[in-house]
């Protein structure tokens, strides 16, 4: 069954960092392009970031710009989203899938950001 687990959050103070993972099964993340997203309370799901399938070019939301980093390892079949600087409004819940949302949406992994 194809699966997709995020991994990573948790509760962090304004400023901090934290490294989100997103891990499959049944499969092969390097052929498809692959996108961070994220819920907030009471809000719609929003693109926050992706990376292609082929040169590993990657998109930002102008929100995150600067602070998160996508990258992938296709070794272990992961993808990561480093988030530096986090902000109260970076609390959300955080899903990955492919771009093209072909894999149903996984349980995420809540972040919250607060003093």
């Known amino acids: 069954q194809v699966q997709l687990v995020e991994s990573g959050g948790g509760l962090v103070q304004p400023g901090g960092s934290l490294r989100l993972s997103c891990a499959a099964s049944?499969?092969?993340?390097?052929?498809?392009?692959i996108g961070w997203f994220r819920q907030a309370p009471g809000k719609e799901r929003e693109a926050v970031s992706c990376?292609?399938?082929?040169?590993?070019?990657?998109y930002y939301a102008d929100s995150v710009k600067g602070r998160f980093t996508i990258s992938r390892d296709n070794a272990k079949n992961t993808v990561f989203l480093q988030m530096n600087s986090l902000k109260p409004e970076d609390t959300a819940v955080y899903y990955c899938n492919t771009v093209e949302l072909q894999v149903a949406w996984g349980q995420g992994t809540q972040v919250t950001v607060s003093s």
């Open positions: 990376i292609s399938r082929s040169d590993g070019s990657t």
């Open positions: 049944a499969i092969t993340l390097d052929y498809y392009a």
